[in-house]
């Protein structure tokens, strides 16, 4: 054990790793990139039906029932199925991760509308406010700590199934990982596995230390 | 797309399907066996709750590849490096959900049981524990039905059970094993999902009537 961690530590040490086109910045920046369009395009596609079943109320059964079938998808089979059934690029890649990551936003996006406070909402429409004047002011703000806690679960989702980009034969911190596993090189497996988990996890954080500043400060006492 | 090779690789699927659900089954009885004391141990010490639930949904945030690939020197490429990396997995929702679920039970419930001379170990688990089935066995659906669809990820170190298909069919460049892969886990999931439902009501006879 002492042994493989000394050879874990002596791959993360040799400078060859860290530079050129499959060095570990560019490995991270590789991933971070399909993971950050992915997650984003699915919340611009996710956040808006999330929001306007919350305030219309109506497709409330499809929101709630959503995050349960994106949670059932093996994600892997997904994509390696977009891939092979779409011209072996990196585009069936990105939808397929797109795919995987909308339930959850929509789900929470809702789960955080439909717990905004009926009264509240009543009495935004009786100081007379518009439909869209309550939506933004009112819900969108009490909703936001869900709405974000959506974002984080489905970023997580994202970051870890990019890493099957590198069995397709793309890049991202998947590549030390398969290859290790190839070359029956465990320390670079683990190299890669330890990366991938700091990334993760570092992405996660980053994210959670958004959601304080961007509550709203009525709200924040309240929030864990 | 050659459809037949279904039918003919029916007893394979079957082998496969059987060994997917043991792989789940296991993770999912061992997160309970450990989420259920960690659990009541957060709930009771409400120190260790934020310790507890913070160790677990961090674990939560490593990626599967990784998790399994990190177990390899102690498990090896073995079925046993996904179950132990599922089990760690469901434990986030499954030690919530415990924590949740107890604290959902009013005080005062607990106080007349132990007036009426109940100590504190019946009152937990005749009183407490049954008034917090329903929101443990909601974190349990969560559970097995991610637990279900992360088995394949152990296709990385050739233990994906159904994920294997995956492999197959890449390798083949062959759409059908995949697609079958995925049908396959979507309708565990729904069945299991379905049976814990079913499980819950007999569980909970109170909830049945009223409400």
């Given at each position: 054990m002492g042994e493989l961690f000394a050879e874990i530590l002596r791959w993360f040490t040799?400078?060859?790793?860290?530079?050129?086109?499959?060095g570990v910045p560019a490995q991270v920046g590789t991933h971070l990139v399909y993971s950050v369009v992915a997650t984003v395009i699915a919340a611009l596609i996710a956040l808006p039906i999330g929001l306007l079943i919350g305030h219309t109320g109506r497709g409330a059964f499809l929101a709630i029932n959503l995050s349960g079938f994106g949670r059932a998808l093996p994600s892997f089979g997904v994509v390696i199925l977009a891939f092979q059934l779409s011209g072996l690029s990196l585009v069936p890649i990105y939808l397929a991760l797109v795919l995987l990551a909308v339930p959850v936003m929509v789900t929470n996006t809702y789960a955080g509308m439909a717990a905004v406070d009926h009264d509240v909402r009543d009495a935004a429409r009786g100081v007379g406010l518009t439909g869209w004047q309550v939506l933004w002011q009112v819900e969108v703000p009490l909703a936001f700590p869900l709405i974000l806690a959506g974002v984080r679960i489905a970023t997580i989702q994202v970051v870890a199934t990019a890493t099957i980009a590198a069995y397709l034969g793309f890049g991202g911190l998947g590549r030390y990982v398969f290859d290790g596993l190839a070359q029956r090189d465990l320390a670079q497996a683990l190299a890669g596995a330890v990366l991938l988990a700091v990334v993760a996890i570092a992405l996660d954080q980053a994210l959670r230390a958004l959601q304080k500043p961007l509550t709203p400060r009525g709200l924040r006492r309240s929030n864990r | 797309m050659k459809w037949s090779w279904i039918p003919d690789h029916a007893g394979d699927l079957v082998t496969i399907t059987l060994l997917h659900l043991r792989m789940t089954g296991t993770a999912v009885f061992f997160g309970l066996l450990v989420a259920l004391p960690l659990g009541l141990l957060a709930y009771r010490v409400p120190r260790l709750k934020s310790v507890v639930l913070g160790v677990s949904s961090l674990l939560f945030t490593i990626p599967s590849v990784a998790l399994f690939t990190l177990l390899l020197p102690l498990?090896?490429?073995?079925?046993t490096t996904v179950v132990v990396g599922l089990t760690v997995y469901t434990l986030v929702v499954l030690v919530r959900n415990t924590v949740e679920g107890l604290e959902s039970v009013p005080p005062k419930v607990a106080e007349a049981a132990r007036a009426m001379g109940y100590d504190r170990v019946r009152t937990l688990v005749t009183v407490e524990l049954p008034l917090a089935l329903p929101v443990i066995m909601a974190g349990l659906r969560i559970a097995t039905v991610m637990t279900i669809s992360l088995v394949s990820v152990g296709l990385v170190i050739g233990?994906?059970?159904?994920?294997q298909l995956f492999v197959d069919g890449f390798q083949r460049d062959f759409g059908v094993p995949i697609i079958a892969g995925i049908v396959i886990t979507l309708l565990l999931a729904l069945v299991a999902d379905a049976l814990l439902v079913g499980v819950q009501r007999v569980l909970t006879p109170w909830h049945r009537t009223g409400r």
């Open positions: 040799t400078g060859e790793h860290w530079s050129g086109p499959d | 498990t090896g490429l073995t079925p233990q994906g059970a159904l994920g």
